[in-house]
Nanobody, 124 residues
Framework: QVQLVESGGGLVPAGDSLRLSCTASGRTVSSYAMGWFRQAPGKEREFVAAINYSGATTYYADSVKGRFTISRDNAKNTVYLQMNSLKPEDTAVYYC?????????????????WGQGTQVTVSS
């Protein structure tokens, strides 16, 4: 079993930055791909970014490309999401997830373990 805990969310004005962290416990995730998803009120959970097991390959939703950066530190069993130039439409609960494969996917159904989420609110 893998437990994921997100942190770093908060309330910021538009244009500001936040860095989310997600730390895994229970077993190492260095051979697993990891992803970030978000869910706004009344909307379905949507893909934000993902990274393969080594960190060499990353994927982004078009809505965040150029503003968000996903990275990982396998020695710390942690994945990060650096969010710059935040917009009010980025407001959502952000979830970290991992899957028991090396390669990432944008489909939430492809992930086996999920964190509880961290709230990000961007004011206009």
């Amino acid at each position: 079993q893998v437990q994921l805990v997100e942190s770093g969310g908060g309330l910021v004005p538009a244009g500001d930055s936040l860095r989310l962290s997600c730390t895994a416990s229970g077993r190492t995730v260095s051979s697993y791909a990891m992803g970030w998803f978000r869910q706004a009120p009344g909307k379905e959970r949507e893909f934000v970014a993902a990274i393969n097991y080594s960190g060499a390959t990353t994927y982004y939703a078009d809505s965040v490309k150029g503003r968000f950066t996903i990275s990982r530190d396998n020695a710390k069993n942690t994945v990060y999401l650096q969010m710059n130039s935040l917009k009010p439409e980025d407001t959502a609960v952000y979830y970290c997830a991992t899957r028991q494969y090396n390669v990432a996917t944008a489909s939430p159904q492809g992930y086996h373990y999920w964190g509880q989420g961290t709230q990000v609110t961007v004011s206009s």
